[in-house]
Nanobody, 121 residues
Framework: QVQLVESGGGLVQPGGSLTLSCAAS????????MGWYRQAPGKQRELVAT???????NYADSVKGRFTISRDNAKNTVYLQMNNLKPEDAAVYYC???????????????WGQGTQVTVSS
């Protein structure tokens, strides 16, 4: 089993910053893509940012220029630096990783439990 634990969420004022982290643990052969998704009340879960094992990043248009995704492969950890936060960024943020547990078997997605980000004056 792969366990993903997110941390770093909380309450921040508009224009403020937060850094989220997600650490993967368990029996893992390789981790390929990692990413962050978010879900606001009444809305579908949406992609925020992804990063490949080689460091290639992809961002939702709504967060480009404000959010930065990074990873520490030695620690199996992915980060999301969020700057200039807006009220519309408020959501539960979920960590996602695509991992191979057993060699030569297909990779699969694993999800964290989510961490709440609230943006309010």
């Amino acid at each position: 089993q792969v366990q993903l634990v997110e941390s770093g969420g909380g309450l921040v004022q508009p224009g403020g910053s937060l850094t989220l982290s997600c650490a993967a643990s368990g029996t893992i052969f390789i981790i390929s893509n990692m990413g962050w998704y978010r879900q606001a009340p009444g809305k579908q879960r949406e992609l925020v940012a992804t990063i490949t094992s080689g460091g290639t990043t992809n961002y939702a248009d709504s967060v480009k220029g404000r959010f930065t995704i990074s990873r520490d492969n030695a620690k199996n950890t992915v980060y999301l630096q969020m700057n200039n936060l807006k009220p519309e960024d408020a959501a539960v943020y979920y960590c996602n990783t695509e991992a191979v547990i057993t060699p030569f078997l297909p990779s699969r997605d694993y999800w964290g439990q989510g961490t709440q980000v609230t943006v309010s004056s």
